[in-house]
């Protein structure tokens, strides 16, 4: 059984028509990497999944359950999502940021939270930063607390949304690091990426979108050395030139 099934999904902006019915499975264990050009739908799909976005038309089905608005909460706190731009509370040092989420929604008590979201930090190499504020860290660095933060709610699934795009380039490598460290530990995720390197070797999967729709998909060597469709040869050709 896929862990996740999205169905015909559509999402409409008033007369725009952003996702124009799509249907993906992503099983337990699967690393699978969206890309395709600005606009061409990839954040609308993420935020769809767990529901930062009203779906207009389709399912989505997480562990066999499709999500409702009674079920939001299960799949807001089971499916971890990592942003762009990294959306950490200032005003919280980098343990604060990671505990808050566990001491709230899930009420572990506050010591053991303190002493696993060490843990946390420490797998995204941050134990030494923990007591620092955001402003204080690179935005490499707060891109690996925000992702030890979605970590510390034991997510079954993790999205990501360009986690590397607001970088400097320098920075992106240890960002990409902490992905393909997770990727080896066997979790479930999606990543919208336009690293295409880091897809190429990373991912088990490749889906590209164009204009809302799953234009094609397959095993990363297929999708970048022998694309089957004019539109994907054409998105490779612009983004691997650069
Ligand atoms: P991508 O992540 O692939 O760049 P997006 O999913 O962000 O694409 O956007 C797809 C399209 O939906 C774009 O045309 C964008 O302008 C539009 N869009 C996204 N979010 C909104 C919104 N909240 N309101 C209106 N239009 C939106
Ligand atoms: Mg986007």
Not at 154 to 170: G, N
């Amino acid at each position: 059984m896929p862990i996740l099934e999205v169905k015909q999904l559509h999402k409409s902006f008033g007369a725009l028509e952003v996702l124009k019915g799509m249907s993906l499975n992503v099983a337990e264990g699967e690393v699978v990497a969206l890309i395709g050009a600005s606009g061409s739908g990839k954040s609308t799909l993420l935020r769809c999944v767990n529901r930062l976005e009203t779906p207009t038309g389709g399912s989505v089905v997480f562990e066999g359950q499709e999500v409702t608005p009674q079920n939001l909460n299960r799949v807001r706190r089971e499916i971890g999502m990592v942003f762009q731009r990294f959306n950490l509370f200032p005003h919280l040092t980098a343990l604060q940021n990671v505990t808050l989420a566990p001491c709230k929604v899930l009420k572990i008590p506050e010591e053991q939270a303190k002493r696993e979201g060490m843990e946390f930090l420490a797998q995204v190499q941050l134990a030494a930063k923990a007591h620092n504020y955001p402003g204080e860290l690179s935005g490499g660095q707060q891109q690996r607390v925000a992702i030890a933060r979605a970590l510390a709610l034991r997510p079954k699934l993790l999205l990501f949304d360009e986690p590397t795009s607001a970088l400097d380039p320098e920075l992106v490598g240890e960002v990409l690091a902490v992905l393909r460290q997770l990727a080896h530990e066997g979790r479930t995720m999606v990543i919208a990426t336009h690293e295409m390197g880091f897809a190429r070797e990373v991912a088990h999967r490749v889906i590209f979108l164009d204009e809302g729709v799953i234009c094609e998909e397959g095993h990363p060597e297929q999708v970048f050395t022998n694309p089957k469709e004019e539109r994907t040869k054409a998105f490779l050709a612009r983004v691997l030139q650069r």
